[in-house]
Structures are given as C-alpha cells and as structure tokens.
C-alpha cells in the first residue's frame, strides 16, 4: 500500500514558479511509476507529467512542455514537479500518483494510489 502527500502549492503571479512535493511511504516506492495530475473547476482530471520507477523515462503534457520538470528521489520517497513560467491556466488542484506499473503511463486509469491534492493558483 502507497500513502501520498503532496505539499509546495500556493499562490504565485504569472511567470513565476512553485516546487512541489509528494512525500510516499509503502514499501514499494521505488518500484511504481508516479505522474502530477491536474483538475480544474468544472474539468476532468488531466496527466501533466510521469516518471518511471528508475527516473529513466519521462511523460509531459505538451501544454506543460518546455516549463515542469518532473523528477523523483527514491532515497527520499519522494517525487518532485518544478513549474517555472506558470500561466493563469495552470491553476489547478495539482495530484501526486502511484501506478503499479514500472513503466511512466500518462494514464488515470492506471494509476492505483492518489494524494488528496495541493492548490496551485497562478494570478495574472
């Protein structure tokens, strides 16, 4: 079993950044692929990046392509997404993910386990 809390989000203005934060515990972690996912008020929820177990493969959504950075400590059972140039667009209730999968999937339904979610809200 996979527990996960993220942590990092808040208010930021257009152009600036936020790292968060997905703090697991399991005695798996290392072992599943993780992915953020978004959710915005009156949307469904939507892949914004994934790693593979190693940190070998990664996935982005092309509308965050070029900005976040997806990465993963597996000492620290930790998962990272570094946003820079954030948009208004972006705001979201931002998830952390675990899939039993070794490999990255860009995919909700594949994914197992889920944080409760951190608040990003980008103001222009």
């Known amino acids: 079993q996979v527990q996960l809390v993220e942590s990092g989000g808040g208010l930021v203005q257009a152009g600036g950044s936020l790292r968060l934060s997905c703090a697991a515990s399991?005695?798996?972690?290392?072992?599943?692929?993780m992915g953020w996912f978004r959710q915005a008020p009156g949307k469904g929820r939507e892949i914004v990046a994934a790693?593979?177990?190693?940190?070998?493969?990664?996935y982005y959504a092309d509308s965050v392509k070029g900005r976040f950075t997806i990465s993963r400590d597996n000492a620290k059972n930790t998962v990272y997404l570094q946003m820079n140039s954030l948009k208004p667009e972006d705001t979201a209730l931002y998830y952390c993910?675990?899939?039993?999968?070794?490999?990255?999937?860009?995919?909700?339904?594949?994914?197992?386990?889920w944080g409760q979610g951190t608040q990003v809200t980008v103001s222009s």
């Open positions: 993910a675990a899939t039993s999968y070794t490999r990255v999937s860009f995919l909700v339904g594949e994914y197992g386990y």
């Open positions: 399991g005695p798996t972690f290392g072992s599943n692929s």
């Open positions: 790693i593979s177990w190693g940190g070998g493969s990664t």
